[in-house]
């Protein structure tokens, strides 16, 4: 995810922070993978991918959907859309696309049987807001897949100061951008207000350890979040002191023998109603023919009336 249109994405796109997204996809790519197929996602499906980033989720959607189903990336940087593009053609991948968009404000032609958003819902100012907008670009009964983080859970045991002052740091440079570090348990409510049904929560919690990728993971972050943390106050490039700061956060891990207790992959998946009483007032005319069509007005999106009751107020 590299944007939206409520704030600035404050971990940047700078090629530092491209490679940093390849190794946190590295590491929830699994959990990911069976998220998705868990919640829902088949063959056959059309499904859009919210925040895309470098399409790593697109990707895995398409895998999933097969040749008979496609996906849709949006992501509102140009940059990181183009690569994206080419590492989905250069993989021979044609039943995946991207497309430049801003998560709250763009609208697909068509509606979609899926919508995905990993670390999306973190960084926008009003998380309701763009689910709601996005309830009018799935089908009736079509599926909502919030994935997240959760950094209240993140943590070292046994316990490791440095780590601790770094993940504080951390919390408080999303916070001052705007974004929410602890947003994970609260997808549920979010998925909810914003008019989901049948919402159903859960995580999944992985364990680092020895191998150094949890020193390399937070100090990526924070790398990513140095000018931000410095611009509010919240600590000195010499406290950060970016250059050594993998090689100590290592070296403290080690010296106690700590697990690293990376952020929760919360999960939240939802259906969309449309045709319930709150939303259905807005499709206003139904088209006789040998293709009877509901039209959206509002969307400007037209459904098949087998898919949709047809509603008029």
């Known amino acids: 995810m590299s ?3 409520e704030q600035q994405y404050v971990l ?3 090629p530092d922070e491209l490679a940093r997204l390849d190794r946190q996809a590295a590491s929830i790519d699994r959990p990911t993978r069976l998220i998705v197929q868990a919640a829902g996602l088949a063959p056959g499906m059309r499904v859009l991918d919210l925040g895309t980033g470098l399409g790593h989720v697109a990707r895995i959607a398409g895998e999933i959907v097969g040749p008979a189903g496609t996906v849709v990336g949006i992501d509102s940087a140009p940059a990181v859309i183009e690569v994206a593009r080419r590492r989905t053609q250069e993989a021979g991948i ?33 998380p309701v807001a763009v689910v709601r907008h996005h309830l009018h670009d799935l089908r009736a009964g079509g599926l909502f897949v919030a994935i997240d983080f959760d950094m209240g859970v993140v943590r070292c045991e046994p316990p490791v100061a440095l780590v601790d002052v770094g993940l504080d740091w951390a919390a408080q ?17 979010i998925l909810q207000d914003a008019g989901l049904t049948s919402v159903t ?11 150094g990728s949890g020193a390399a993971l937070l100090a990526g972050v924070l790398r990513s979040l140095a000018p931000a ?9 010499e406290q950060l002191d970016v250059p050594t700061l993998e090689r100590r956060l290592a070296g403290a891990i080690s010296e106690v023998d700590a697990v690293l207790l990376p952020p929760g992959c919360e999960v ?7 045709a319930d009483e709150r939303l259905c007032r807005r499709v206003i005319r139904v088209t006789a023919g040998i293709e009877p069509e509901a039209v959206d007005h509002e969307s400007g999106l037209r459904f098949p009336v087998d898919q949709h009751r047809a509603c008029v107020g």
């Open 3 to 5: 944007g939206t249109s």
């Open 12 to 14: 940047g796109n700078d």
């Open 268 to 274: 939240c998946t939802g259906q969309c109603q449309l």
């Open 173 to 189: 440079a999303f916070r001052a951008a705007g974004a929410h570090p602890g947003i994970g348990p609260r997808l549920g409510p």
């Open 94 to 126: 044609t039943n995946v696309s991207f497309v430049e968009g801003t998560a709250g404000i763009w609208h697909g032609s068509a509606p979609f049987d899926a919508i995905v958003g990993r670390l999306l819902l973190f960084h926008t100012a009003d």
């Open 229 to 237: 943390i410095v611009r509010h106050g919240i600590a000195t490039a």
């Open 201 to 211: 929560a859960f995580g999944i919690q992985p364990y680092l350890s020895r191998d």
